[in-house]
T-cell receptor, first 117, second 112 residues
């Protein structure tokens, strides 16, 4: 299994509070991603990173920000949590040193279940 | 229209059965295709990458039809441990962008 951890694994927070989720990898992969998964929607990309301090928006980025100050850590911040952000959040990584289809393969962390009340 | 569409199922099959899942994608420029499996309350895990000529891994066979823009996954001799949700995944943007688009998944239950 790829060395990816996420913290916290579970969190309950109140509307309006800031929340930061952490993804940590030990694989030294260049690319990191944050997804959310909701019933009926599947996995949707929030933000991704293609290097230290290099990030870009995904499909559902409103209300989220990210930071990557080290190769191994990718942080997702909900500036002011809302009930619509109740979801399961997954981090993923992909290799940078391969070519072809292998370069697109993504490996996922165990997820964080976030409930906003 | 969803960018990646799958029959949500559920598919309930007896042990030993052969089951096939199909998936269609909307972007003809897509270059990379995958099947992931996801167990209940777990993270998605890569099952197979799908190559243009089709590929097999044990009991699993994946096929790609670019002309019709669909991907299939065939599972032979189903095991109880195959029970999971199977996600069809496509690199919709093509080229060098590494973003993947996930289908909503097809749920499989293998019955004893």
């Amino acid at each position: 299994d790829a060395g990816i951890t996420q913290s916290p694994r579970h969190k309950v927070t109140e509307t309006g509070t800031p929340v930061t989720l952490r993804c940590h990898q030990t694989e030294n992969h260049r690319y990191m991603y944050w997804y959310r998964q909701d019933p009926g929607h599947g996995l949707r990309l929030i933000h991704y990173s293609y290097g230290v301090k290099d990030t870009d928006k995904g499909e559902v980025s409103d209300g989220y920000s990210v930071s990557r100050s080290k190769t191994e850590d990718f942080l997702l911040t909900l500036e002011s949590a809302t009930s619509s952000q109740t979801s399961v959040y997954f981090c993923a990584i992909s290799e940078s040193g391969t070519s072809g289809i292998r370069s697109y393969e993504q490996y996922f962390g165990p997820g964080t279940r976030l409930t906003v009340t | 229209r969803k960018e990646v569409e799958q029959d949500p199922g559920p598919f309930n099959v007896p042990e030993g059965a052969t089951v096939a899942f199909n998936c269609t994608y909307s972007n003809s420029a897509s270059q990379s295709f995958f099947w992931y499996r996801q167990d209940c309350r777990k993270e998605p895990k890569l099952l197979m990458s799908v190559y243009s000529s089709g590929n097999e891994d044990g009991r699993f066979t994946a096929q790609l039809n670019r002309a019709s823009q669909y991907i299939s996954l065939l599972i032979r001799d189903s095991k109880l441990s195959d029970s999971a949700t199977y996600l069809c995944v496509v690199n919709m943007k093509g080229g060098s962008a590494r973003q993947l688009t996930f289908g909503s998944g097809t749920q499989l239950t293998v019955l004893p």
